[in-house]
Nanobody, 118 residues
């Protein structure tokens, strides 16, 4: 089992920045990919970004490319999501998720609220 705990959410004005953190514990050696998803009120959950736990290769949804950066600290078992130039449409609950080499995202954090508003 893997446990994931997010932190770092909050409220910020448009154009501002926030950094989310996801701390992994348990059988972290089984992790292959860690991803960030978000869900806005009344909308479906969407993929935001992910990172390969071993080699650090990243991927992003088009709407955040150039503004968000996902990174990992393997020694601390943490994954961060640096969010810059935030927009009101980035407002959502952000979730950290992890999966093994094969299969779906089976490990999820509890979520952290990000609100972008003037």
């Amino acid at each position: 089992q893997v446990q994931l705990v997010e932190s770092g959410g909050g409220s910020v004005q448009p154009g501002g920045s926030l950094t989310l953190s996801c701390a992994a514990s348990g059988r972290t050696e089984s992790i292959y990919i860690v991803a960030w998803f978000r869900q806005a009120p009344g909308k479906e959950r969407e993929f935001v970004a992910d990172i390969d736990w071993t080699d650090g290769i990243t991927a992003y949804v088009d709407s955040v490319k150039g503004r968000f950066t996902v990174s990992r600290d393997s020694a601390k078992n943490t994954v961060s999501l640096q969010m810059n130039s935030l927009k009101p449409e980035d407002t959502a609950v952000y979730y950290c998720a992890a999966r093994r080499a094969i299969g779906t995202y089976e490990y999820w954090g509890q979520g952290t609220q990000v609100t972008v508003s003037s």
